[in-house]
């Protein structure tokens, strides 16, 4: 269920004005109380009214005091800052509105003349249409054509670079494709390092199986830990 919205402006009925007071205060004083301890920040209440011949002041008057006298030792400058009384607060607030009044009256004028556009484009001519309606039309149409232009621009490179892409796929020939239509693969392994012991064993294995005539007793080798080279440890 929603809240009913409070309509603030002064209560003409004075039992009800005091009754708001006194709800309203309280709850005044509440928020100050959560802000100071929340926030860890010095904050004082002091408040008039027709009801109590003295002023009200909380959290006490001597820390009242400390705050202001706080307060009266900034600058200027600092003492300004933030600060708002009633005729800024509503001069601000009336400009706030002035912008969002502009804004609003530019969006409609751009819906109307969107309108209007969408009724030539149909057969509708231009006799009723004076030269404010004549620019604001004008105007809307060169937004609408660079929006065009700037989308078939994009549109444009983007199919340039997927063509690119397809065309360098295509050349690319991998070694299956190469396979498949008969051509010779030639595939470099890369090369390792070989030890001199290793060259050594690979020459010995040559030898012995090409020429074993030519070898000796003495070119054998020797098994276990006699044999520095040894295949086996």
């Known amino acids: 269920m929603t809240k009913n919205t409070v309509k603030i402006s002064y209560i003409t009925k004075d039992s009800a004005r005091k009754a708001t007071f006194r709800k309203r205060k309280k709850g005044l004083l509440k928020k100050a ?42 600058p200027k400058m600092d003492q300004s800052m933030e600060m708002m009384s009633q005729e800024s607060f509503l001069k601000r ?13 530019r969006d409609n004028r751009e819906e109307e003349i969107t309108q209007v556009m969408f009724q030539c484009l149909a057969g509708q001519g231009f006799e009723n249409l004076n030269m404010m309606d004549l620019n604001d039309l004008e105007w809307l149409l060169e937004q609408n054509m660079r929006d065009i232009d700037r989308r078939i621009n994009m549109l ?41 012991e290793t060259e050594q064993r690979q020459q010995l294995i040559k030898d012995l199986m090409h020429s074993p005539e030519n070898i000796g007793l003495d070119s054998v080798l020797s098994f276990g830990d006699n044999n520095p080279i040894a295949f086996f440890p």
């Open 93 to 105: 607030r009336i400009e706030l509105a002035n912008k969002q009044l502009k804004r609003q009256c």
């Open 156 to 196: 444009t490179k983007a199919s340039h670079s997927q063509g690119s892409v397809a065309a360098a796929s295509a050349t690319m020939a991998t070694p299956e494709a190469m396979l498949k239509s008969g051509e010779k693969v030639h595939v470099e392994s890369p090369e390792r390092e070989v030890s001199p």
């Open 33 to 74: 109380s959560e802000l100071s301890t929340l926030c860890g920040i010095d904050a004082s209440v002091i408040i008039y009214s027709p009801y109590n011949t003295q002023p009200e002041v909380w959290p006490s008057p001597t820390e009242a005091e400390r705050v202001l006298s706080k307060f009266k030792k900034m």
